[in-house]
């Protein structure tokens, strides 16, 4: 039973997204970005070596930080917290087949990540990996981590920047345009700043010190219908919804023709990334 999180029993519009997309999320989307997720690991590894043991994972969506650190480092445990109980319920489901030393030592909670269900100065350290650029305030979440971690806790995350072009999302936006229907923002409820260190400062103004930050790159290689797929049942899934089978079926096959005429290496989503760890200060 994972522990319920109440805020006068209003769901907000990203909690019942997230329910609903889980699925399609731990099938088509958590693939795509687990390497540069669990890349996020080695940020902190030289602080687990030096002895920190109790671990957050701020919007552990389907577990893949969760299961990883567990079966990384013996030692350690890890408490997961998502505003989605769908997203709970698979990382929950997906943990199972853990070892049960393993599945013992991590807990799920939900709750939102700018209100952590959790007490002050209970972590040494706090992961968060694409999950800052989708909640409503980066700054009122960072603050929430300092509060969660102990005096001199770390706190690394990694986020996407801005830039970037991917040939498969111009071919869906086409295929949108030709059916009748708007393009989509790129930025629509995203926070995705220009550069690593707007985010740095961002962190020691938060409270942090020692901050540093480190460039990478998403890279991953889709087939036209593992990209469908994406866009349908997880990316764009709340306009698929709406459409009527008719509407569906021909936006779906005009995507397709358009995907198996780009060239294979078109295919291939490259994005830029960013890496920011810093250590909670003495200060405030």
Same mark, same amino acid.
């Given at each position: 039973?994972?522990?319920?999180?109440?805020?006068?029993? $209003?769901?907000?519009?990203? %909690?019942?997204? #997230?329910?609903r997309?889980?699925?399609?999320?731990?099938?088509?989307w958590?693939?795509?970005?687990?390497?540069?997720?669990?890349?996020?690991?080695?940020?902190?590894?030289?602080? $687990?070596?030096?002895?920190?043991?109790?671990?957050?994972? &701020?919007?552990?969506?389907?577990?893949?930080?969760?299961?990883?650190?567990?079966?990384?480092?013996?030692?350690?445990?890890?408490?997961?917290?998502? &505003?989605?109980?769908?997203?709970?319920?698979?990382? /929950?489901?997906?943990?199972? /087949?853990?070892?049960?030393?393993?599945?013992?030592?991590?807990?799920?909670?939900?709750?939102?990540?700018?209100?952590? =269900?959790?007490p /002050?100065?209970?972590?040494?350290?706090?992961? !968060?990996?694409?999950?800052?650029?989708?909640? =409503?305030?980066?700054?009122?979440? &960072?603050?929430?981590?300092?509060?969660?971690?102990?005096?001199?806790?770390?706190?690394? #995350? $990694?986020?996407?920047?801005?830039g970037?072009?991917f040939?498969?999302?111009?071919?869906y936006d086409?295929?949108?345009?030709? !059916?009748?229907?708007?393009?989509?923002?790129?930025? %629509?409820?995203?926070?995705?700043?220009? +550069?690593?260190?707007?985010?740095?400062?961002?962190?020691?103004?938060?409270?942090?010190?020692? $901050?540093?930050?480190?460039?990478?790159?998403?890279?991953?290689?889709?087939?036209?219908?593992? #990209?469908?797929a994406?866009?349908?049942?997880?990316?764009?899934?709340?306009?698929?919804?709406?459409?009527?089978?008719?509407?569906?079926?021909?936006?779906?096959?005009?995507?397709? +023709?358009?995907?198996?005429?780009?060239?294979?290496?078109?295919?291939?989503?490259?994005?830029?990334?960013? #890496?920011?760890?810093?250590?909670? !200060?003495?200060?405030?």
């Amino acid at each position: 039973m994972i522990p319920a999180w109440h805020d006068w029993g $209003v769901m907000t519009d990203q %909690e019942v997204r #997230y329910d609903r997309i889980a699925e399609g999320y731990a099938r088509f989307w958590a693939p795509a970005h687990r390497p540069s997720t669990l890349a996020l690991l080695d940020e902190v590894a030289p602080v $687990v070596a030096a002895g920190a043991t109790r671990i957050l994972d &701020i919007g552990c969506g389907t577990g893949t930080l969760l299961r990883a650190a567990a079966q990384r480092w013996p030692q350690v445990r890890i408490t997961g917290v998502d &505003i989605s109980a769908g997203m709970l319920a698979v990382a /929950d489901r997906g943990l199972a /087949d853990l070892p049960p030393a393993d599945r013992e030592r991590i807990t799920l909670l939900r709750g939102p990540a700018a209100r952590l =269900p959790v007490p /002050d100065g209970t972590f040494d350290v706090a992961l !968060s990996a694409f999950v800052l650029q989708l909640v =409503p305030s980066r700054f009122r979440a &960072i603050l929430d981590a300092r509060r969660a971690l102990a005096v001199g806790g770390t706190l690394a #995350y $990694v986020t996407w920047l801005a830039g970037g072009a991917f040939a498969a999302d111009e071919a869906y936006d086409a295929a949108l345009v030709a !059916s009748g229907m708007e393009p989509r923002d790129p930025g %629509e409820d995203r926070d995705e700043p220009p +550069a690593p260190g707007v985010l740095a400062a961002q962190l020691r103004r938060a409270g942090f010190e020692g $901050v540093t930050t480190r460039e990478g790159e998403l890279d991953h290689r889709f087939t036209p219908e593992g #990209y469908l797929a994406f866009v349908s049942r997880f990316d764009d899934e709340d306009l698929f919804a709406t459409l009527d089978e008719e509407a569906r079926t021909k936006l779906e096959a005009d995507l397709m +023709a358009r995907l198996c005429a780009l060239p294979q290496d078109d295919l291939r989503m490259r994005l830029p990334i960013a #890496y920011v760890a810093g250590r909670r !200060s003495r200060k405030g």
